[in-house]
């Protein structure tokens, strides 16, 4: 079986094509021979050391977290998946490994395939749907909701489901385009350089999807009582969300429950899509930009 892996933290130059023997699941774990699978920040975030603390120094260490594919088959414990089952998932957060041939994860992240759904549009659904799904989860109807970086996965998706709970959704990108966020339903654009005292007190909810937004920025675009979501914690931000106040960090939970409604509801846009092959200059493009692209890179392996 072939992978993606890096022998130590760094740069894109880290990455490469290694083979591994697959291990068998074990409790409560599947074995995924993989179909697609989908790029997220994340995944360069974690090769380039940003989170070692979380994940150590044991290498060589795979890439990728967000896949679908065919269940191979299964650990001790497992009641709701078999072999032969089509299914998405996300492999677990230290040791990731969706940019291969075959990924372990816990049960627990993995639900079935949704039958309307191709294995490329499923990979690109699991973190950056319940993400937006759990830190959209208080959304109430008539209630307003500021998306900052609403063009990235997170961004479409949060959008996606804040309107579904019925509320009203502003946003900010890098350059504002008018079309794309008249075809989500984002009203008002503006760009990432705004002024927010021009929509001061307006929001229920902020959301930071690129977790460049200032703490004082977004209060100002908060109501009275309204709750400001980062999903890019560090330190000092996890420091600040436990203390009183609106502001909470957070990273996407795998929660059963909350992947099968993403499965069901959310769609997403693919910009590209390349064989494993070709994943390492894919990735390199990506990161170097670091801009949404209308859409999620996707990695189909052969034979999908």
Not at 188 to 213: C, H, I, K, N, S
Not at 242 to 261: I, N, S
Request: net charge positive.
């Amino acid at each position: 079986m072939k992978r993606l892996q890096y022998d130590r933290y760094g740069g894109p130059e880290v990455m490469r094509l290694a083979e591994f023997e697959p291990p068998r699941p074990g409790p409560d774990e599947v074995l995924v021979r993989v179909r697609a699978a989908a790029s997220n920040a994340l995944d360069w975030k974690m090769r380039n050391g940003e989170m070692k603390l979380m994940t150590g120094r044991s290498f060589p260490r795979a890439m990728g977290h967000d896949f679908a594919g065919v269940v191979e088959a299964v650990g001790a414990g497992v009641t709701r998946l078999k072999a032969g089952d089509a299914v998405l998932g996300r492999a677990r957060f230290r040791q990731a490994g969706a940019f291969a041939e075959m990924v372990t994860a816990p049960e627990k992240a993995v639900v079935l395939k949704p039958v309307d759904l191709s294995y490329e549009q499923a990979a690109a659904l699991p973190t950056v749907g319940v993400t937006a799904y759990q830190a959209t989860a208080e959304i109430r109807p008539g209630q307003a909701v500021f998306v900052n970086g609403y063009l990235g996965g997170v961004g479409r998706a949060a959008a996606q489901f804040a309107q579904a709970r019925g509320a009203s959704v502003a946003g900010s990108c890098r350059n504002p385009a008018a079309d794309e966020a008249h075809e989500i339903g984002v009203e008002p654009v503006v760009g990432f350089g705004f002024d927010p005292a021009a929509l001061a007190e307006r929001f229920d909810l902020v959301l930071d999807t690129p977790g460049m937004l200032t703490f004082a920025a977004a209060r100002t675009l908060l109501k009275p009582g309204g709750t400001i979501v980062d999903i890019v914690p560090n330190p000092a931000k996890m420091i600040r969300s436990a203390l009183p106040g609106p502001f909470r960090a957070m990273m996407g939970r795998p929660v059963t429950a909350d992947l099968e409604e993403v499965a069901r509801t959310l769609r997403l846009p693919i910009a590209r899509t390349v064989p494993l092959t070709e994943v390492i200059p894919a990735l390199t493009e990506l990161e170097r930009e670091q801009r949404p692209k209308s859409g999620k890179l996707v990695i189909a392996m052969a034979g999908s």
